[in-house]
């Protein structure tokens, strides 16, 4: 089976614009997350979906940042505008959800540069 | 205050060596997971351990939950071992949502 994957691999965007990120999870899995990881701040959470539903959308990045699951097998995460401090490593994760905790799959990210 | 630290920071070891990487937490937790992550790499699930005792390999982790902490122990230790260790903390009706540590480096010289 395919793991978990992202693209694209690297991104560089101008201040204000608009980047689209992708992803695509384990064939089967429920459960899907978007993750930025940062030096300092390590991984933060900016969204969860559950069966295709979004069930949190990480708080304090809400304004700026969209996270989207058009089906059960592709997702996409939108930061508009484009800051600097924006960038970062952007990870994208899924599990199998049967009601218990799973084991998390991470994809290689994405990593952005706004400059 | 931050609900999940790890320590140390940062570790290097000559080849052979073991490690002891530990993970505390501030709250209850559904689960605990330890990952991996190579320099530019992507994370990879070493084990999802809630208590209790686990070995993989040369690896072993041990969580008590009563003391909140969990702890990753890496015997003769490999170059191949180098990279940042993550422990995480699940919350949530399902545990499945997690709290990351920053991590501990490590750095194994042959």
Redesign the interface.
């Known amino acids: 089976d395919a793991g978990v994957t992202q693209t694209p691999r690297h991104e560089v965007a101008e201040k204000g614009q608009t980047i689209i990120l992708k992803c695509e999870p384990v064939s089967g899995h429920n459960?899907l997350?978007w993750?930025r990881q940062t030096k300092i701040q390590?991984?933060e959470?900016l969204s969860?979906f559950r069966s295709k539903s979004l069930m949190?959308d990480g708080g304090a990045f809400k304004d700026r940042f969209k996270a989207e699951m058009l089906n059960s097998s592709f997702s996409t995460l939108k930061i508009q505008p484009t800051e600097p401090k924006d960038s970062a490593v952007y990870?994208c994760?899924s599990?199998l959800?049967w009601?218990?905790?799973?084991?998390?799959?991470?994809?290689?990210?994405t990593r952005l540069t706004v400059l | 205050g931050q609900q999940v630290q790890q320590s140390p920071a940062s570790l290097v070891l000559q080849e052979g060596e073991n490690a002891e990487l530990q993970c505390n937490f501030s709250t209850s937790l559904n689960s605990m997971q330890w990952f991996y992550q190579r320099p530019g790499g992507s994370l990879v699930s070493l084990f999802y351990n809630p208590s209790g005792t686990k070995h993989s390999g040369r690896l072993t982790s041990t969580t008590v939950i009563k003391e909140r902490r969990s702890s990753l122990h890496i015997s003769s230790s490999q170059t191949t071992d180098s990279g940042t260790y993550l422990c995480a903390l699940g919350y949530g009706s399902s545990g499945n949502k997690l709290i990351f540590g920053i991590g501990t480096l490590l750095s194994v010289k042959p």
Do not use: I, Q, V
Not at chain 1, 99 to 109: A, D
């Open positions: 459960d997350f993750y390590g991984l959470l969860y949190e990870l994760a599990s959800n009601g218990g905790p799973e084991t998390l799959y991470f994809g290689s990210g």
